[in-house]
């Protein structure tokens, strides 16, 4: 199946930790983003990349950290810097060739132990 | 950066109502888009939007962009309980290299 594939659905982080958010996506999209969904809120820009091995600081990156080695993937690092960081992750990608849009990931909803 | 204030936060309705709901900008925005999201999951696109004045359907739904281009409304007619969930606005304001800004939702329910 073609899509966006967030994984782990669930995921936990002990004080101090660094943890990594998988985002694959397999449609040949260049442009893949990292949100965060706090409830009642719309969707915070954390990094964003449009090609591979570059990508650019969003609203909200500080305590994050990407990479882009692969088209492919575009993990997310939630540092032991980021002290809330519970909440709710989304990937999402942009296709060339329609104009503006996004399609998401399922998300990861990590917590704080 | 930009902000979208998207209305009404939360809506309770009856079964076979019609809805309605709305953003609004500061700035002007190029495209709006609106999107479904049901919990635990990730937001579905619904209706993408390109032109000021355009009015899209998608089934029971129709979107506008104002002709303002600094608004866009989302109606829903007939609801049914499938309906449920949060339904996000978000735009793209010129020269912003691709990045969306998201309203806050509009959190839907339908009651039978």
């Known amino acids: 199946d073609g899509g966006i594939t967030q994984s782990p659905k669930y995921l936990f982080r002990k004080e101090g930790q660094n943890v990594t958010l998988s985002c694959e996506q397999n449609?040949?999209?260049?442009?893949m983003y990292w949100y965060r969904q706090d409830p009642g809120q719309g969707l915070r820009l954390i990094y964003y990349s449009q090609i591979v091995n570059d990508f650019q600081k969003g609203d909200i990156a500080e305590g994050y950290s990407v990479s882009r080695e692969k088209k492919e993937s575009f993990p997310l690092t939630v540092t032991s810097a980021q002290k809330n960081p519970t909440a709710f992750y989304l990937c999402?990608?942009?296709?060339?060739?329609?104009?503006?849009?996004?399609?998401f990931g399922a998300g990861t909803r990590l917590s704080v132990l | 950066g930009q902000q979208l204030n998207q209305s009404p936060q939360s809506m309770f309705i009856q079964e076979g109502e019609d809805v309605s709901m709305n953003c609004t900008s500061s700035s002007i925005f190029n495209t709006w888009l609106w999107y479904k999201q049901e919990p635990g999951e990730g937001p579905v696109l619904l209706i993408a939007?390109?032109?000021?004045?355009e009015l899209t359907s998608n089934g029971r739904l129709t979107a506008q962009f104002g002709i303002t281009r600094k608004d866009s409304f989302l109606n829903i007619s007939a609801s049914i309980p499938s309906d449920v969930g949060i339904y996000f606005c978000a735009g793209l304001a010129s020269g912003s290299a691709r990045q969306l800004t998201f309203g806050s939702g509009t959190q839907l329910t339908v009651l039978p």
């Open positions: 939007l390109y032109k000021a004045g």
């Open positions: 999402a990608s942009n296709p060339p060739d329609r104009k503006n849009i996004q399609y």
């Open positions: 449609l040949n999209h260049d442009a």
